[in-house]
């Protein structure tokens, strides 16, 4: 099983920035998806989930409105869209995948940094 997690980097205050998380070595289209972060200092925190299928999504409340997740199952990928990045959104970002109990997996991380 890999998740591997890409588009991270140095970004202004402001801007935009597209992660994507391919998968490998699991049935990508039966796992919920979801995007985590963790600040230095911080606990992971929830960013966004996707559903199997893509038909319903949530997001934490302080991305509303700015991160868009998504997921196109024939590339066994999900996408985070992420604008109007601020500097508290700087993080490693981490992919993860969710099948029900023991069947959980994370990827290496990616890291997004905000500033100007």
């Known amino acids: 099983v890999q998740l591997v997690e890409s588009g991270g980097g140095l970004v202004q205050p402001g801007g935009s920035l597209r992660l994507s998380c391919v998968a490998s070595?699991?049935?990508?289209?039966?796992?919920?998806m979801s995007w985590y972060r963790q600040a230095p200092g911080k606990e992971r925190e929830l960013v966004a989930v996707?559903?199997?299928?893509?038909?319903?999504?949530n997001y934490a409340e302080s991305v509303k409105g700015r991160f868009t997740i998504s997921r196109d199952n024939a590339k066994e990928t999900v996408y985070l869209q992420m604008n109007s990045l601020k500097p508290e959104d700087t993080a490693v970002y981490y992919c993860?995948?969710?099948?029900?109990?023991?069947?959980?997996?994370w990827g290496q991380g990616t890291q997004v940094t905000v500033s100007s």
């Open positions: 070595g699991f049935t990508f289209s039966d796992y919920f």
């Open positions: 996707i559903s199997s299928g893509g038909g319903s999504t």
């Open positions: 993860n995948a969710d099948g029900g109990p023991s069947f959980e997996y």
